[in-house]
């Protein structure tokens, strides 16, 4: 049974930084997507980053420059490196993987991935 458990999340003021991690069980990391997602109250989620089995990178247009995605497969962790925080960035960040069966979905559609995790909480206050 695959788990993902999110840590990292905290309260910071806007410019700061958090690193977000993501810890999988029953998951090898290098076998197909990983992602980050958001949401915000009232908001649908929406994908911050992913990194797919080749190790290449996608950000959303509101994160690129800030927000790094990298993984290490040795530890089966995830992270989500977050700098220049915005107040906007606040939400519940959610960690998530494709199953390798359906890895031919792509990486880009939240309705691909399989697994995710219970979230995290960044508040990011002005």
């Known amino acids: 049974q695959v788990q993902l458990v999110e840590s990292g999340g905290g309260s910071v003021q806007a410019g700061g930084s958090l690193r977000l991690s993501c810890a999988a069980s029953?998951?090898?990391?290098?076998?197909?997507?990983m992602g980050w997602f958001r949401q915000a109250p009232r908001k649908e989620r929406e994908g911050v980053a992913h990194v797919d089995s080749d190790g290449s990178t996608s950000y959303a247009d509101s994160v690129k420059g800030r927000f790094t995605i990298s993984k290490d497969n040795a530890k089966n962790t995830l992270y989500l490196q977050m700098s220049s925080l915005k107040p906007e960035d606040t939400a519940m960040y959610y960690c998530?993987?494709?199953?390798?069966?359906?890895?031919?979905?792509?990486?880009?559609?939240?309705?691909?991935?399989?697994?995710w995790g219970q979230g995290t909480q960044v508040t990011v206050s002005s």
């Open positions: 998530a993987a494709i199953d390798p069966a359906d890895h031919w979905l792509g990486c880009g559609r939240v309705s691909a991935y399989n697994y």
């Open positions: 029953g998951y090898t990391y290098s076998s197909s997507c």
